[in-house]
């Protein structure tokens, strides 16, 4: 993955909540990705390098670097503006309701997670 790509894929997870760009689970998916992979995404602690990824955010085709950033930021900026009381209660894509201290941890580590990865 080279950074433009990177940008591509750490703006799936925003595509996800500001757009329908992206098919939402079927109930039973849902299910599983609440039991087995949500806390990890939500929680405190940090990714583990390697970490298994869901097909959509996988990014094989060439990205345009300063296009993806500048979505990433608009993106963080439309987050941030929306603010805490949006995101308190707001219903996730993949893992249901989540409390905007979820949303918080889920966008904060995904980026600290491949900014770190390129050494940024």
Known sequence: MNVGQMLAHCNVTYEMVFTDKHKKPNA?????LKKIVKNKVVSDQPYPKNGKTAP????????N??????????YIEKAKNLGESH???????????LSSNE??????????HHLNQFGV
């Open 56 to 63: 959509q955010f996988i990014i094989k085709d060439e990205k």
């Open 103 to 112: 949303w918080n941890n889920m966008f904060y580590k995904h980026l600290d």
């Open 87 to 97: 995101f308190e209660g707001k219903e996730s894509h993949s893992f249901g309701v």
């Open 28 to 32: 039973f998916l849902k299910f599983i």
């Open 65 to 74: 670097f300063n296009a993806e950033r500048q979505r990433l930021i608009d």
